[in-house]
């Protein structure tokens, strides 16, 4: 079980998990919130991306590793909520 393990933290690595932990709870949270305008789906899911791309922002302004893979991780977090929706 250990060689599996080391085989998928060798595959993908714990940052670009909890990405993708981190984009299906802000899809989770923000398609729980009442909206006016619009599918709730669309605004979750909107809100993913906006998270991914502020979280690098935020990086390359402190110093921390600005990265496409890392927004990218994140909105496949937001699909798979998305997915979970559907």
């Known amino acids: 079980m250990q060689k599996l393990e080391s085989l998928i933290m060798k595959a993908i690595p714990q940052d670009k998990c909890l990405h993708v932990i981190a984009?299906?709870?802000?899809?989770?949270?923000?398609?729980?919130?009442p909206q006016s305008f619009g599918p709730a789906w669309a605004f979750g899911f909107a809100m993913v991306a906006a998270a991914g791309v502020a979280k690098e922002v935020l990086d390359h302004f402190t110093g921390g590793d600005v990265s496409a893979w890392d927004v990218l991780a994140t909105c496949i977090g937001g699909a798979l909520a998305l997915a979970c929706h559907f």
Not at 26 to 32: I, K, Q, R, S
């Open 23 to 33: 984009g299906a709870m802000v899809f989770a949270v923000m398609h729980a919130v």
